[in-house]
């Protein structure tokens, strides 16, 4: 039997890892307490962007001061040919962003950069930063 500090850690882990859906407690809970579960996964990983890093077809999460805000967007980088697609075309809050990043990594399976501008610094609530 898992002591609670360690049933709470991995309860939080997988609340994050299933993107933090609201009204799942009870089940993150037990499921936490179940020792036949393998190790839950780590919190999302992200490499940190620098110009060139990113091959065609990449996602990149700019976040960025607005005001006194972090606001963010989300583009898919093009081959040389063609211009970045930015979707969906505006700004939002870097949870958002992070989201709309995840959902379509899982259809491709390459990895998300992050690019960080303006004096934003990196939050570990949103996962880790890899150089």
């Not at 407690?25 to 110009?51: F, K, N, Q, T």
């Not at 972090?70 to 949870?95: C, L, S």
């Not at 004096?119 to 570990?124: A, M, S």
């Amino acid at each position: 039997m898992i002591d609670q500090e360690t049933r709470r850690i991995r309860a939080y882990r997988i609340w994050e890892s299933e993107g933090r859906p609201e009204g799942q407690d009870l089940a993150h809970w037990y499921r936490a307490g179940d020792e036949a579960v393998g190790p839950v996964p780590d919190r999302r990983e992200y490499i940190s962007y620098s110009p060139g890093t990113a091959p065609a077809g990449s996602l990149i999460i700019k976040l960025y001061r607005s005001s006194d805000q972090i606001r963010g967007y989300v583009r898919t980088v093009a081959d040389t040919n063609h211009e970045d697609t930015v979707f969906p075309g505006e700004e939002m809050e870097p949870e958002a962003a992070f989201k709309l990043a995840e959902s379509h990594r899982a259809d491709s399976g390459n990895p998300v950069f992050v690019e960080l501008v303006e004096d934003v610094g990196w939050n570990p609530s949103w996962g880790r930063l890899r150089p």
